[in-house]
């Protein structure tokens, strides 16, 4: 609202100053028809009032740009020093001025144009997930994996205007959680309450590579011995992965952690009050209670553990996860089959629900 109204009040000082211009241009052309001793005389007449007005002193009304324009525009008609007696020689020197640099403002394009939205956000974000790299490094990759050419200097001139982290000589947490993804397991917690007010808990232990559901399973009475046994059951002895990932709960202890070692994994606790640390797992957890506990009430830990059972080969084989590209954890083989046109079915094929994996093709 103040900014509309600021335009209204500069369109309004527009408007108003280009009236007064013209009022004084045909007063003008009107004297130019007048004959000669006629504006001599009045000029000799508006002197004497001017040197009266002089006399007494009395300080002359600010003058406005209309005013200005056309003082600037007589000027080069006659010898204007003898006859400016309102304002300073300077100052009217100093408008002349301002009219040329207003005059060039509008004529000349300052610098080149500035590149667009989506690649400034594009050179940002690269540099944002590539702490080591540079200017340079950042204009090499946009020519030659996508044929945009810019300057290492624009590149900077952009990377100087947004925030940026100082590159960590140590690895970041999520640097390295991205790099070791694939070998990298979580696991957590979350209550859920049945129809007759009993709690019951559920463990969750995923992979991070593929957003893979490993083992889900429901207990009333956690413990660490229970705990450890579902990690036996979850990682098999040729397992590939070599961290785990869980938070600072009791049920974590560390003859667990230890346990855990003993299978060749080795045990990452998040910080203090840091569920970001695990925020993987965190958002698995919210997305079972969004897309599924929500929905219904479990009468019982069985009934609880087969509603799970039946989410998680959804979630696996049939739930699509933009993390991934877009993918699906497990992939589909065989692959869908390509249609010449992108919005047809190929001819005999129709759509059908595939149980708790989604749709397919036949």
Not at 14 to 43: K, P, Q
Not at 184 to 189: E, P, Y
């Amino acid at each position: 609202m103040c900014h509309l109204d600021g335009w209204l009040k500069a369109l309004q000082h527009l408007l108003r100053t280009g009236f007064r211009v013209l009022l004084d241009v045909l007063r003008l052309i009107l004297t130019t028809c007048r004959s000669r001793s006629a504006v001599d005389a009045e000029n000799l007449f508006m002197r004497k009032q001017l040197a009266l007005f002089q006399e007494r002193k009395s300080k002359p009304r600010r003058a406005d740009d209309s005013t200005r324009w056309l003082m600037s525009f007589l000027s080069r008609w006659f010898d204007w020093r003898n006859a400016l007696v309102v304002v300073k020689p300077e100052t009217l020197i100093r408008w002349h001025r301002k009219g040329f640099r207003l005059f060039w403002r509008r004529k000349s394009q300052p610098g080149r144009p500035r590149l667009p939205k989506d690649l400034q956000a594009l050179i940002r974000q690269m540099a944002a997930e590539n702490s080591t790299w540079g200017e340079e490094r950042i204009a090499n990759e946009l020519k030659l994996k996508l044929g945009i050419r810019v300057s290492p200097r624009t590149v900077g001139k952009y990377l100087a205007q947004g925030p940026r982290r100082m590159p960590d000589p140590g690895q970041r947490w999520l640097a390295f959680v991205r790099n070791h993804a694939q070998a990298i397991v979580a696991c957590d917690f979350l209550v859920v309450v049945t129809a007759r007010f009993r709690i019951l808990y559920v463990f969750v232990l995923m992979e991070l590579g593929r957003r893979r559901i490993l083992h889900v399973n429901v207990t009333d009475h956690p413990s660490a011995d229970w705990t450890q046994q579902q990690l036996r059951e979850a990682l098999p002895g040729d397992h590939p992965f070599r961290f785990l990932i869980h938070d600072r709960d009791s049920i974590f202890s560390q003859p667990l952690d230890q346990g855990v070692a003993a299978m060749g994994v080795r045990v990452l606790r998040t910080p203090p009050q840091a569920p970001q640390a695990n925020s993987v797992c965190e958002r698995l957890v919210g997305t079972i209670r969004r897309e599924c506990l929500d929905f219904l009430i479990p009468l019982g830990q069985r009934h609880l553990k087969d509603i799970l059972n039946r989410w998680v080969r959804h979630y696996n084989h049939g739930r699509v996860h933009m993390s991934l590209g877009p993918g699906i954890p497990v992939p589909i083989h065989p692959l869908p089959l390509q249609t010449e046109h992108r919005h047809q079915l190929p001819p005999g094929h129709r759509v059908w629900p595939q149980g708790g994996a989604g749709w397919t093709t036949s």
